[in-house]
């Protein structure tokens, strides 16, 4: 029977892929490439981190089996919608306190939903009758707060956090010194980045990418698109800071993604 909107219900939502010595990278298959987050998994001796969780159209525990496992603590690397909204399946939910607020009571504007969120980002249902308009943020409060300077320590392997401002007030990131490794968020990908969401700051977020440009980083893995190395790496930061990747309009850049 064919769908309200005509799209099929998928069997499968996610896809797991794995990256590197510990690490996988989950994605939200029927969600469109350019809008969809790069959710990470990392496994410790001790414990596991799933690093963002995707819109949370369909919960992510009950699909991925690895996600079942109780020591895994869900770490935001900021509050948008695209990143933070199977973190409610997750006992410890951890991020940036600026942004405490906004994952206890998610609204369609604190978390950039109502700028992002549009029939033409999925190619398939997640479920029976599924209705963009309905989509809501199931609330997700912080159990823990990480800021500069914290280290999180999985047992065989540690990561250090950067506090990021500029996409928005609590971005943070995720520093592996001995791999030289870094899970950006969404401070830096491979694409045009987002400084003019309604709590971004252009100062502070070309401050963080200048910061970034002194780290011995040499793998990104990062919150949207292809991970990539430390010459992409700088390319992207003085394209960045010559005014080359800001997004400008969110609704002229969608339409012109939609179009390609
Ligand atoms: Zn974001």
């Given at each position: 029977m064919p769908k309200p909107n005509g799209l099929p219900v998928a069997r499968e939502w996610y896809r797991v892929a794995a990256v590197s010595d510990g690490i996988s990278q989950i994605i939200e298959k029927h969600v469109v490439p350019w809008m969809r987050?790069?959710?990470?998994?990392?496994?410790?001796?001790?414990?596991?981190?799933?690093?963002?969780?995707?819109?949370?159209?369909?919960?992510i525990r009950n699909e991925?089996?690895?996600?079942?496992?109780?020591?895994?603590?869900?770490?935001?690397?900021?509050?948008?919608?695209?990143?933070?909204?199977?973190?409610?399946?997750?006992?410890?939910?951890?991020?940036?306190?600026?942004?405490?607020?906004?994952?206890?009571e998610p609204d369609p504007d604190s978390t950039c939903a109502r700028a992002w969120l549009s029939e033409e980002i999925i190619t398939a249902l997640p479920n029976d009758g599924f209705e963009i308009a309905n989509y809501r943020l199931t609330p997700a409060p912080l159990t823990g707060y990480l800021d500069e300077g914290d280290v999180i320590d999985l047992g065989d392997r540690a990561f250090q956090v950067l506090h990021l401002p500029g996409h928005s007030p609590g971005s943070i990131a995720l520093y592996e010194k001995s791999t030289k490794t870094l899970f950006s968020g969404d401070a830096?990908?491979?694409?045009?980045?987002?400084?003019?969401?309604?709590?971004s700051d252009a100062e502070a977020f070309r401050e963080s990418l200048r910061r970034l440009r002194e780290l011995p980083v040499e793998t990104i893995h990062a919150g949207h698109f292809p991970s990539f190395g430390r010459?992409?790496?700088l390319e992207?930061?003085?394209?960045?800071?010559?005014?080359?990747?800001?997004?400008g309009d969110v609704h002229a850049w969608k339409a012109a993604k939609s179009d390609t």
């Open positions: 987050c790069n959710i990470f998994l990392i496994r410790g001796r001790s414990s596991s981190l799933l690093l963002d969780s995707g819109m949370g159209f369909r919960p991925i089996e690895a996600l079942r496992d109780i020591h895994i603590k869900c770490v935001c690397t900021h509050c948008h919608f695209d990143h933070t909204g199977c973190a409610h399946e997750f006992d410890v939910r951890l991020g940036h306190a600026s942004e405490a607020q906004i994952h206890a830096i990908y491979d694409g045009d980045l987002v400084d003019n969401a309604w709590h010459q992409r790496l992207l930061i003085d394209l960045y800071l010559a005014g080359a990747i800001s997004i």
